[in-house]
């Protein structure tokens, strides 16, 4: 068994219309599964599909108090490109943010509710990602991280360093998975996790289990989902939804 990426889920204050700023920022299509729900994907797109990571928006009252552990980088073709994307997210509400990074080729950025980003100075390990170059957890140990997520995903291992650790689809499409070394302590519940789904056929309550085996901690929220809630190994939330 395993499981895959499918989906980053982003808490808002407003869903429709933070929804409707990354739709615009990355050219995909906006569609709603229920009120407080806004879901994001890429024009005719066939879920769920490695080519791309969705992005699901749920309405929370919970206000943002501290940097994102989770965030998105986005891809460039060139200085020029770089350029003409963060003048046109400016454009749309994006602001300019400092999380300490000084003097660096990218650009990063906050959307309109404070979520950071980034927009990639061009790399050609990202030339074929779409948008989304990669999804960026922060952690303390990238390779006890990798470690994990290695097993608990059938996504292959590009890259593990004392800083770095970077994975991406077997097939080699969509964004990469990249655990970034920090200094941040986790305080609260990440505002931005991962969805991980297991494939068709496979047992949720199994999986489950053997995620926990791996080092995943179970999450209680108490109330009737169809998905299960678990903690990495370093405290970080993420949802496992049913086989599909």
């Known amino acids: 068994m395993a499981t895959r990426l499918v989906q980053i889920n982003m808490k808002a204050r407003d869903d429709s219309a933070l929804g409707g700023f990354w739709a615009k920022a990355l050219g995909w299509g906006v569609s709603s599964e229920g009120p407080g729900v806004t879901n994001l994907e890429p024009e005719g797109f066939v879920y769920p599909d490695p080519v791309a990571v969705c992005l699901d928006l749920i309405v929370s009252p919970e206000p943002k108090t501290v940097k994102n552990r989770v965030h998105v980088d986005l891809a460039t073709t060139s200085a020029a490109h770089q350029a003409e994307v963060v003048a046109r997210l400016k454009d749309l509400g994006a602001t300019p943010a400092d999380v300490g990074q000084g003097d660096v080729p990218w650009t990063v950025m906050a959307d309109p509710e404070g979520n950071e980003f980034c927009v990639l100075d061009p790399r050609p390990l990202y030339r074929d990602t779409g948008?989304?170059?990669?999804v960026v957890v922060d952690c303390a140990d990238p390779r006890a991280m990798a470690r994990f997520w290695g097993q608990a995903m059938d996504w292959t291992l590009h890259e593990v360093t004392d800083h770095n650790a970077v994975l991406r689809s077997a097939k080699g499409v969509g964004p990469y998975l990249q655990f970034l070394r920090t200094p941040d302590v986790k305080t609260v519940w990440n505002r931005v996790h991962l969805d991980v789904r297991p494939y068709p056929g496979d047992d949720l309550?199994?999986?489950?289990?053997?995620?926990?085996?791996?080092?995943?901690?179970?999450?209680?929220?108490?109330?009737?989902?169809?998905?299960?809630?678990l903690a990495d190994p370093e405290g970080n939330e993420f949802c496992l939804l049913a086989p599909g």
């Open 205 to 229: 309550e199994a999986e489950a289990a053997r995620l926990r085996t791996l080092g995943a901690t179970a999450i209680d929220l108490e109330s009737d989902v169809p998905w299960t809630v």
């Open 131 to 134: 948008p989304i170059a990669a």
